[in-house]
């Protein structure tokens, strides 16, 4: 019985023991809304995502820009392309929806697209 008890005990503490929670990888697809005024709350957004950036959180962080503009000076930007990791969409999806582009417009909530994703290549 002393060897169950032994057994049982070292079992419990392993399962006790704080597991890593499993995190998953996550794309937005962020056009911008009509007429958005993207630079009056730009620096606001960027200075938001930084945590999100240097904790890991934010994997990549970019504007998409019109193909048109893509060799011009003056590039025209039509959106965001955000991957994220996260333990569930919801949790993403919370954070998402506390961006300043969300809550001011400037991305275009209907039609935005928050999707799982499972990458083969390793990140940046």
Do not use: C
Not at 18 to 34: I, S
Not at 101 to 106: A, C, H, L, P
């Amino acid at each position: 019985m002393s060897v169950s008890r032994a057994f049982l005990g070292r079992n419990l503490r392993f399962m006790s023991s704080t597991a890593t929670p499993v995190l998953h990888k996550f794309v937005l697809f962020a056009p911008d809304a009509k007429d958005a005024r993207r630079s009056d709350v730009q620096k606001q957004h960027r200075q938001d995502i930084r945590p999100f950036i240097d904790s890991g959180v934010v994997k990549v962080a970019a504007p998409m820009i019109t193909p048109e503009s893509f060799q011009s000076k003056d590039q025209k930007t039509f959106g965001s392309v955000i991957i994220y990791e996260g333990e569930t969409l919801e949790a993403v999806r919370k954070m998402v929806e506390s961006d300043i582009y969300y809550t001011s417009g400037v991305w275009d909530r209907d039609r935005l697209v928050l999707l799982p994703i499972l990458p083969v290549t390793p990140f940046p």
